[in-house]
C-alpha cells in the first residue's frame, strides 16, 4: 500500500519560515519524481516544486528564490524548505509522486497559515 505523509506544517508568521516533508512508502522512492502542490481556499491546485529521480529541481514563479525542495532516497523524503513567507502562501500543501506511465500518488496535505 502506497502512502505519502506530510509533516511540518503550521501557523507561522509573515517573513517566517517552514519545512515541510513528506515520508513516502510502498514505492521505490528514488525511481519517482516528487512535486509539491499547493491548494487555497477557492483556488485551484498548483505545482509549488519538483525534484527530478535525477535531482533536478523546477519551481513555480510564485516561489522562486524562496523556496527548495530537497530529496533524502535513503530516508524515502521528500522536503520544502519555505523562507520568507507570505499570506499569499497560505494553503495545504500537497505532496505528489509520479512516474511515467504509473498513476500519481497523493499525501493528504498538511496545512500552512501565514499570519500575524
Known amino acids: 500500500q502506497v502512502q505519502l505523509v506530510e509533516s511540518g506544517g503550521g501557523l507561522v508568521q509573515p517573513g517566517g519560515s517552514l519545512t515541510l516533508s513528506c515520508a513516502a512508502s510502498g514505492i521505490i522512492f528514488s525511481i519517482y519524481h516528487m512535486e509539491w502542490y499547493r491548494q487555497a481556499p477557492g483556488k485551484q491546485r498548483d505545482m509549488v516544486a519538483l525534484?527530478?529521480?535525477?535531482?533536478?529541481?523546477v519551481y513555480g514563479n510564485s516561489v522562486k528564490g524562496r523556496f527548495t525542495i530537497s530529496r533524502d532516497n535513503a530516508k524515502n523524503t521528500v522536503y520544502l524548505q519555505m523562507n520568507s513567507l507570505s499570506p499569499e502562501d497560505t494553503a495545504v500543501y500537497y505532496c505528489n509522486a509520479h512516474k511515467a506511465g504509473s498513476a500519481d500518488y497523493w499525501g493528504q496535505g498538511t496545512q500552512v497559515t501565514v499570519s500575524s
Open positions: 525534484i527530478s529521480s535525477g535531482g533536478t529541481t
